[in-house]
């Protein structure tokens, strides 16, 4: 037994001796935003290609590096290093109610700065802050008492840039393993220097006869535009008839000539994960007296996998909502963030080398954003893949389908041209009329959302702001007849979200008309929600036996029926479908009506 247990560790310390030596480094590039997106997207670059030229820039003051990190792997287990400055921070916090004040009583470190970390499972996770964490006051309230107190508690907001994907070493050569805007770039001033960070690595053996070939490998770029109303129409014909690969150097022309603006560039090499955001803190237990403290990322985010890519992005820094505590001392509020953002999930198969529109999303006019006039969201992906990667992979025989749904206001004396049953007007004829009411001011669109997937996948988008409202309470009315303490918060999500998933199936019948399997869904909001006041919450509370007063939502909702006989939807492929007209309830709203068009496009 003792001679096997010998002969076994010698055999895992022979095993270790045979991996070689192999430096891992890690470089990060600040680079020019829009040159840096033309370098990626004008043509096909290799990442050696791509570097090079980076590194030109640095040479020349165009670009500068960072963050240069490196770890030795002598054997095949994990590797790490990391370079930058640790701060400590409070942890855990106990409470005195009485004078309301919380006392740190346990501290923890918080890392800023470059991260390097590979696997042994061929997973390489790096991270990187760029500047040093904000310091954020948040009140700390106890208004049930006689005598209530205001006091402040501080937390500390992080600014971070991962990077998790995978990647196979050792490699010759060099590899971009993800590009991000900065994390703090929602908090910068407007017209100030615009960058990407690229992230580069390399592997480079101390014995260079057992240094293996770059692995086959794709790179995904994501870029979200913000353009104005009135050129949709034109990228979709440009994406019809040029392709994406125009469309996209139209973007990037536009954003130069400033008619358009880059909200969110972002992507990562192989499957894998990019976040650059900031950890905003928010109280999660006894919000007035915070007792326990979660994070939300404020920025960008994406994911690419097989076949599907994620991209989500914050629009503005997140909105504070106030909420008024107690009458008789105005400045007892609770604080909370409700953020903007803009979203999109898409299951397709993208090109090898070029562009690929995946969405358009109208954001609804009561969301404010700068500037003002861009209010159309444009999705957009660039793939590059090594050949090698593109031979290998079997090609997806599904075709693919393009959605889109549009809300529509009108005048009620006109709900009759709109009713779904009844009207002898096709339905594309009635949409373009609508549209020309819209162009002319006589009706008003208010919402828009464009999607392509692969056919039988589901596809998402939307523009969400997370409006927040008081859901539980406590009171004491003998004590404090004027003020209230929340418990309990809920989250509404307002704006416009489109989801579609759309299957073609043969329908020997009728050549004419396409029937799909799945379905479609527009949900859209017509404005802000109304919060109650805190007259009205203290009303409620002693009317209602402590039942906090509710929000009013103005919510629009239309979702595509499938045929009775056959249960699946029916569409003339490529021709808008009336889904009908809806009204909100209220007397305010008996004068306008809402009506919902969508249409499903086969494209092979």
């Given at each position: 037994m003792r001679l096997a247990l010998c002969l076994a560790l010698l055999g895992n310390v022979a095993a270790l001796a045979k991996v070689p030596p192999c430096r891992l480094a890690q470089t990060i590039i600040r680079a020019p935003e829009i040159e840096t997106l033309e370098l990626l997207t004008r043509r096909t670059r290799t990442d050696a290609e791509v570097a090079a030229r980076l590194h030109e820039w640095v040479r020349a003051g165009r670009a500068r590096i960072v963050s240069?990190?490196?770890?030795?792997?002598?054997?095949?287990?994990?590797?790490?290093?990391?370079?930058?400055?640790?701060?400590?921070?409070?942890?855990?916090?106990?409470?005195?109610?009485?004078?309301?004040?919380?006392?740190?009583?346990?501290?923890?470190?918080?890392?800023?700065?470059?991260?390097?970390?590979?696997?042994?499972?061929?997973?390489?996770?790096?991270?990187?802050?760029?500047?040093?964490?904000?310091?954020?006051?948040?009140?700390?309230?106890?208004?049930?008492?006689?005598?209530?107190?205001?006091?402040?508690?501080?937390?500390?907001?992080?600014?971070?840039?991962?990077?998790?994907?995978?990647?196979?070493?050792?490699?010759?050569?060099?590899?971009?393993?993800?590009?991000?805007?900065?994390?703090?770039?929602l908090e910068r001033a407007a017209g100030a220097d615009r960058w990407?960070?690229?992230?580069?690595?390399?592997?480079?053996?101390?014995?260079?006869?057992?240094?293996?070939?770059?692995?086959?490998h794709q790179r995904v770029m994501t870029m979200v535009f913000a353009v104005p109303d009135g050129v949709v129409d034109e990228l979709l014909t440009t994406h019809r008839e040029s392709g994406d690969d125009a469309l996209l150097n139209r973007l990037l022309d536009d954003v130069k000539a400033g008619g358009a603006r880059l909200q969110m560039a972002g992507g990562c090499r192989n499957r894998g994960e990019l976040v650059s955001a900031r950890r905003h803190a928010y109280p999660t237990e006894m919000h007035t007296f915070p007792s326990a403290w979660d994070t939300m990322s404020v920025g960008d985010s994406v994911t690419v996998g097989d076949g599907e890519v994620s991209v989500t992005t914050d629009l503005a820094?997140?909105?504070?909502?106030?909420?008024?505590?107690?009458?008789?001392?105005?400045?007892?509020?609770?604080?909370?963030?409700?953020p903007l953002r803009a979203h999109l999930t898409a299951d397709t198969s993208l090109p090898g080398h070029g562009a690929m529109l995946l969405g358009i999303t109208r954001m609804p006019d009561f969301l404010e954003t700068e500037p003002a006039d861009c209010r159309?969201?444009?999705?957009?992906?660039?793939?590059?893949?090594?050949?090698?990667?593109?031979?290998?992979?079997?090609?997806?025989?599904?075709?693919?389908v393009e959605c889109e749904a549009q809300v529509f206001e009108i005048d009620a004396a006109d709900e009759a041209q709109f009713q779904t049953e009844g009207w002898q007007l096709p339905d594309d004829r009635r949409l373009d009329a609508l549209r020309k009411r819209a162009a002319?001011?006589?009706?008003?669109?208010?919402a828009r959302a464009w999607l392509a997937s692969t056919a039988g996948r589901a596809a998402k988008t939307s523009v969400i702001q997370e409006r927040c409202h008081v859901t539980e309470c406590d009171t004491d009315f003998e004590v404090a007849p004027d003020q209230y303490r929340p418990t309990a918060l809920d989250v509404l999500?307002?704006?416009?979200?489109?989801?579609?998933?759309?299957?073609?199936?043969?329908?020997?019948?009728?050549?004419?008309?396409?029937r799909f399997a799945g379905g479609l869904e527009i949900i859209c909001h017509v404005r802000q929600p109304r919060i109650p006041t805190l007259d009205e919450q203290l009303d409620s509370l002693r009317q209602n036996q402590g039942e906090c007063a509710q929000p009013l939502l103005h919510e629009l909702k239309w979702t595509t029926e499938p045929d009775p006989a056959t249960g699946r939807i029916v569409f003339a492929t490529g021709r808008p479908r009336c889904l009908g007209v809806k009204r909100l309830p209220g007397a305010g709203d008996a004068a306008r009506r809402f009506v919902a068009f969508v249409s499903v496009q086969v494209v092979r």
């Open positions: 240069d990190i490196s770890a030795l792997r002598t054997h095949p287990q994990d590797s790490h290093a990391r370079a930058g400055t640790e701060y400590f921070w409070w942890q855990e916090l106990d409470q005195d109610f009485d004078p309301a004040m919380e006392f740190p009583t346990r501290s923890g470190p918080v890392f800023i700065g470059a991260t390097l970390t590979y696997k042994s499972e061929n997973r390489w996770t790096c991270s990187f802050g760029p500047r040093a964490p904000l310091l954020v006051r948040w009140p700390v309230v106890w208004p049930a008492q006689k005598k209530p107190a205001l006091d402040w508690t501080e937390q500390l907001d992080v600014f971070e840039e991962k990077i998790d994907v995978d990647v196979a070493t050792p490699f010759a050569g060099t590899g971009l393993l993800g590009i991000c805007r900065p994390a703090d770039r990407l960070h690229v992230t580069e690595v390399a592997a480079e053996s101390a014995e260079p006869d057992n240094a293996a070939m770059s692995p086959p820094p997140p909105a504070r909502a106030e909420f008024p505590l107690s009458k008789s001392h105005p400045d007892f509020v609770l604080w909370w963030p409700e159309a969201l444009v999705f957009i992906a660039r793939s590059d893949h090594d050949d090698r990667l593109i031979r290998a992979a079997p090609r997806d025989a599904s075709p693919g002319d001011g006589s009706a008003r669109q208010i999500r307002v704006g416009v979200e489109f989801s579609a998933q759309a299957s073609p199936l043969t329908d020997e019948s009728d050549a004419k008309l396409q």
